[in-house]
C-alpha cells in the first residue's frame, strides 16, 4: 500500500493543435484562390517580379495577403499573450469569449487596418495619393514573403519539440530584424514608394511603422 500511494503515473497528455493546422491550410488555400484566379495562373516568380504597371488586381491580391499575413502571426504570438485582458474576456458573443488567439487576432487586425487607414491619409494630406497604390503593391510583395516564413515558424513552433521559452528570443531577433530590414526595403525600393521629400519620410517611418509597432507591443503582452 505505501509503495502505491507514492506511485505517479507520468502519462503525457498530448496538446491538442488541430486548429492549428486548420489555419495553416485555410491561408494556403487563399493563396492557391490568389494565384490561380486573381493573379490567373501566375507563377510564383512573375508574381514577385511583376512590376506596378504590368500588374492587375492588386487590391485584392493586397487584402488577401495581408490576411494571411495576420492569421499566421496571430497563430505564432498567440502563445505567448500572458492573459487575455479582464475589458476583452468580459465581451461575450452568444456565450463566446475571445480566447488568446481570438485576442491577438484583434489586435493584429486593428494593428494593420489602422495602420492601413492612417497610411492612406497620410499620402493623401502631402499630396502624394497616387503613390498609395504603388505602396501597397510593393508591401504586398514583401507581406507574402514574410507570411511563408511566418508559416514555416508555426509549423515548427506547434509541431516539432522545440523550447518555446527559450527560442522566444529568436523570434524577437527575428521581428526587429524584419522591422529593420522593411524599413531599408521601403526607403531604397527601385519604386520610391516613401514621399520624395526627406522629412516625409522620416515622418511616416517614425509615426505608420515605429509607433505601430510598439503599440501592438503594448497590446499584447501589458
Request: hydrophobic share 50%.
Amino acid at each position: 500500500m505505501p509503495l502505491s500511494q507514492n506511485f505517479i503515473n507520468h502519462v503525457r497528455i498530448p496538446e491538442n493543435n488541430d486548429w492549428v493546422i486548420f489555419i495553416l491550410i485555410g491561408c494556403i488555400f487563399l493563396y492557391v484562390f490568389m494565384m490561380n484566379i486573381i493573379e490567373r495562373d501566375a507563377s510564383l516568380k512573375d508574381f514577385l517580379l511583376q512590376k506596378y504597371f504590368d500588374a492587375s488586381n492588386n487590391l485584392p491580391s493586397w487584402i488577401i495577403t495581408s490576411c494571411v499575413t495576420a492569421l499566421t502571426l496571430s497563430v505564432l504570438l498567440s502563445q505567448y499573450i500572458p492573459i487575455v485582458p479582464k475589458y476583452i474576456a468580459d465581451l461575450q458573443l452568444m456565450g463566446y469569449q475571445l480566447n488568446k488567439f481570438g485576442y491577438t487576432l484583434l489586435a493584429v487586425i486593428f494593428f494593420y487596418a489602422s495602420k492601413s487607414a492612417l497610411g492612406f491619409l497620410f499620402y493623401q494630406s502631402i499630396g502624394d495619393g497616387r503613390k498609395w497604390t504603388v505602396f501597397y503593391f510593393t508591401s504586398t510583395k514583401f507581406y507574402f514573403i514574410l507570411s511563408f516564413l511566418l508559416i514555416i515558424l508555426c509549423v515548427t513552433h506547434y509541431y516539432f519539440p522545440v523550447d518555446r521559452n527559450k527560442i522566444f528570443l529568436y523570434y524577437f531577433g527575428f521581428f526587429a530584424f524584419v522591422a529593420v530590414f522593411k524599413i531599408f526595403f521601403y526607403l531604397f525600393h527601385k519604386n520610391n514608394i516613401l514621399p520624395e521629400k526627406w522629412y516625409y519620410k522620416f515622418l511616416y517611418i517614425c509615426t505608420l511603422q515605429i509607433a505601430p509597432l510598439l503599440l501592438l507591443w503594448k497590446l499584447l503582452f501589458f
